[in-house]
């Protein structure tokens, strides 16, 4: 079993800073990409930023310059740090991996529980 715990969401005001963790426990051999998603009411859920095991980023146009993606393979952690906070980017935000569980087993994509982020005066 391999579980995504995310943590740091909340509300604050446009303008504002957000960091966001997820932390990856269970039965785990290796991680591969890690990223973070977010899916706003109505609307599909969009890729925020992506970053692979050797710190190679990706970032949607709409949160480049303003978010930073980062990981730390030792604690199996992959944040999100968010700066001058839009209304636009209030969404629910999940996270994301691709873990092997063994030598044997191929990467299996998993998913955190979502955390909400508002972002409203």
């Known amino acids: 079993q391999v579980h995504l715990v995310e943590s740091g969401g909340g509300l604050v005001q446009p303008g504002g800073s957000l960091g966001l963790s997820c932390a990856a426990s269970?039965?785990?051999?290796?991680?591969?990409?890690m990223g973070w998603y977010r899916q706003a009411p109505g609307k599909q859920r969009e890729l925020v930023a992506l970053?692979?095991?050797?710190?190679?980023?990706n970032y949607a146009d709409s949160v480049k310059g303003r978010f930073t993606i980062s990981r730390d393979n030792a604690k199996n952690t992959v944040y999100l740090q968010m700066l001058s906070l839009k209304p636009e980017d209030t969404a629910v935000y999940y996270c994301?991996?691709?873990?092997?569980?063994?030598?044997?087993?191929?990467?299996?994509?998993?998913w955190g529980q979502g955390t909400q982020v508002t972002v409203s005066s």
């Open positions: 994301n991996a691709a873990i092997r569980s063994s030598r044997f087993s191929g990467y299996v994509g998993y």
């Open positions: 970053i692979t095991r050797s710190d190679v980023t």
């Open positions: 269970g039965s785990i051999f290796s991680i591969n990409d």
